[in-house]
């Protein structure tokens, strides 16, 4: 069957004329190290493009390590190479985005392509400035995306009230057949705030799902290059998770197929809010 047009450096445009890769890796509770460094290393070799990380993860040096080490021997240019990272703590002071900016690009030894408000938690106000921190540091050069993730609709109507100079260009939330979020994503989309899946593979918790399998045997994929192409086909970004060679390698190998219309709806149809780690996009 043929795809869209789609391959594993296809790119789409934010909403600050910036581009950013569809497809990437996820680095959440990957250990520092060696663990982190390897998955980074087998990533980039497979041809991703894309790698997600967080100052919560504790493993900004090991993905920085990698990547640099990556550009070295294979003489593949920065600007090919794009790196999310993201703020762990909200507090009151704007300029406190700043200071975790810089010593997050100190410890992964580049800057980031795309920094991310972790979370909404801490309040509007709380949020209205780290915002504004964010502003900034795009501003000044520091970065050249700027988002959030985890933010429900009422988070997003509050910081876009306030009319900041710049709209979040990205929100990566929980998203995937079992979470479809339908309303959050259709207010994203109405003001060209890009959706990312950060747990596209469901935590593998829907694997054996008939519905899941069936379509699996249908395409001859994988139930987690089904759920893979399902973000992809629905327009988000999509970071899967993996430290193992082969899985990293399979699970890029989902530019061969697009998932029919029909095959679409019955997927977003088995939504059942299913929370796969932490759900804050209804804190105050």
């Not at 988002?147 to 100079?165: C, Q």
Request: one cysteine or more; aromatic letters at 10%.
């Amino acid at each position: 069957m043929s795809a869209d047009n789609y391959t594993i450096e296809s790119r789409v445009r934010l909403n600050d004329g910036e581009t950013y890769p569809r497809f990437g890796l996820g680095v959440y509770v990957t250990e520092p190290g060696a663990e982190t460094y390897n998955a980074v290393t087998w990533a980039l070799e497979a041809g991703y493009r894309h790698i997600d990380g967080a100052e919560w993860y504790e493993n900004e040096e090991s993905c920085g390590k990698a990547i640099r080490d990556f550009m070295e021997r294979t003489g593949t240019p920065r600007s090919e190479i794009f790196f999310t990272t993201k703020l762990m703590h909200n507090k009151t002071d704007p300029a406190w985005v700043e200071h975790c900016v810089d010593v997050s690009t100190q410890k992964a030894g580049i800057s980031p392509d795309l920094y991310l408000i972790h979370d909404p938690n801490g309040g509007p106000e709380v949020r209205a400035a780290m915002w504004e921190g964010c502003c900034r540091v795009k501003d000044k050069g520091k970065v050249k995306s700027i988002g959030v993730s985890n933010f429900g609709v009422k988070h997003l109507e509050d910081l876009l009230a306030g009319k900041p100079k710049y709209v979040p260009a990205v929100n990566q939330i929980d998203l995937h057949p079992f979470m479809t979020r339908n309303e959050l994503v259709a207010y994203c989309e109405s003001k060209g705030i890009v959706l990312e899946a950060w747990a596209p593979l469901v935590r593998g918790l829907r694997f054996k799902h008939p519905v899941v399998v069936e379509i699996a045997e249908k395409y001859k994929k994988s139930p987690a290059q089904v759920l893979i192409r399902y973000g992809l086909d629905r327009g988000f970004i999509v970071i899967p998770k993996s430290t193992h060679k082969e899985r990293i390698i399979d699970n890029a190998n989902v530019f061969d197929f697009k998932l029919e219309k029909a095959d679409l709806d019955r997927l977003t149809s088995l939504d059942e809010f299913l929370v796969t780690d932490w759900e804050v996009s209804t804190v105050p």
